[in-house]
């Protein structure tokens, strides 16, 4: 059987998606479960449907990727008639604009789900459908600092950084993914739509480790730590071919020390066992500037002619927690995400394109994305005899 053909876990869900880059991953996400996600499209298609583009290819990247398993039709959004039969053999509506524009547009979702009691209308906005900010522009960067990641991320000294991509999307599409299966659920059960009314802003607040839990437990307010280890044993290390991430120590607290210092007294390193000295069990030293930088020189003494995959593989082995720091190449080789078969190979713009796939597996049925991203208007008259006949059969 082709992977087209694979019956995913939402096989006979139909969504329709009229959403904007910011709410598009999470028509994605519903795609690789199995939904019928339709994007609807005007005649010109999406800007963001060749930008940036991907090598080899006219279709952009972002567009490809949160895009993929979909089907396009191209319809008349002005024309509210045109999307009425689609709503009406639908279970679930994406949109990801403010209230304003979806009155603009006769999309409002307390007037879509009065007109169709048993849709569920995800609304993806920046700040929600109600409040001061509802109708305020944002961006990645603005809502990335409306939700509070840019005051952890950065030097203490420098201004803040922004995290590459639009992760404000993919955190907000992950968050309204989840909540349209809540609500998926409860229509299967009571057969009443709902509305779910999310948040970008509060999705990435929601995403921010544990900065709320800080605050809230003990009235501490994160702030920007840098780069830098916070103590002696913790962060990025250089090594033969790049970087590992080592976790030595956590809270004052030394972790795993004495399998450190086997290590790297094994390794070759002499002045390891100064590493055994009662200061380094004292949290003042191991969190200074001068604890710190010691143990990197001893540790990158040791670890300036291994590579990251041995440290990594070695470290493991003795108990130790060591990451190496990935490249995009070292992702397609890496050997768990080759062994769970995560990479698929698709079909875009006529070329074959290794593509990643979904964040989850579900035993005994297919998840991921069947198909590249779908030409401008190339379902759009399949769309339309599918939907009619839906119709036909529902109001019978």
């Known amino acids: 059987m082709s992977d087209q053909n694979r019956i995913g876990p939402l096989d006979g869900v139909t969504v329709v998606d009229l959403t904007t880059p910011l709410g598009a991953y999470t028509g994605r996400l519903l795609s690789d479960l199995g939904a019928e996600v339709i994007r609807i499209e005007s005649v010109d298609g999406a800007p963001e449907r060749s930008r940036p583009p991907l090598i080899g290819n006219q279709t952009g990247v972002e567009f490809a990727f949160s895009e993929a398993g979909k089907r396009s039709a191209v319809a008349d959004l002005t024309d509210p008639a045109s999307l009425r039969n689609l709503l009406d053999t639908a279970q679930i509506l994406l949109t990801s604009e403010g209230p304003t524009a979806l009155r603009a547009h006769d999309l409002h979702p307390v007037d879509t789900t009065g007109r169709h009691p048993e849709l569920v209308h995800v609304s993806i906005s920046p700040f929600g459908l109600t409040g001061p900010y ?22 203490t000294d420098r201004e803040p950084v922004r995290a590459w991509g639009n992760q404000s999307a993919i955190v907000g599409g992950v968050h309204a993914a989840a909540a349209a299966l809540i609500a998926l659920l409860s229509l299967e059960q009571t057969g009443r739509g709902q509305i779910v009314d999310l948040s970008v802003q509060e999705a990435v607040a929601h ?48 972790l795993a020390w004495p399998a450190i ?41 040791f670890a300036e002619h291994r590579t990251k995959q041995d440290l990594y593989e070695s470290g493991q082995r003795r108990g130790i927690s060591v990451a190496p720091v990935a490249t995009p190449e070292d992702l397609l080789v890496n050997p768990q995400l080759t062994a769970r078969d995560f990479f698929r190979t698709l079909s875009i713009d006529g070329h074959d394109t ?43």
């Open 134 to 155: 509802a109708d305020r522009p944002a961006s990645d960067l603005t809502l990335l600092a409306a939700g509070g990641l840019l005051a952890l991320a950065g030097d």
């Open 207 to 254: 995403s921010l480790e544990n900065a709320v839990q800080y605050l809230d437990l003990e009235g501490v307010v994160r702030s920007r730590a840098g780069a830098g280890p916070a103590e002696a044993g913790t962060g990025l290390f250089r090594c033969a071919d790049g970087w590992v991430y080592v976790v030595g120590g956590l809270g004052g607290r030394p």
């Open 261 to 301: 210092v086997d290590w790297l007294r094994d390794g070759g390193i002499g002045e390891a066992d100064t590493l055994l000295d009662s200061r380094w069990q004292e949290r003042a030293w191991r969190r200074s500037t001068e604890g710190s930088a010691e143990f990197r020189r001893l540790f990158e003494q």
């Open 354 to 396: 290794l593509f990643p796939g979904p964040p989850y597996r579900f035993a005994n049925t297919w998840v991921g994305p069947r198909s590249g991203p779908p030409r401008l208007g190339e379902d759009t008259d399949a769309v339309i005899s599918a939907t009619r006949t839906r119709h036909e059969r529902t109001t019978v």
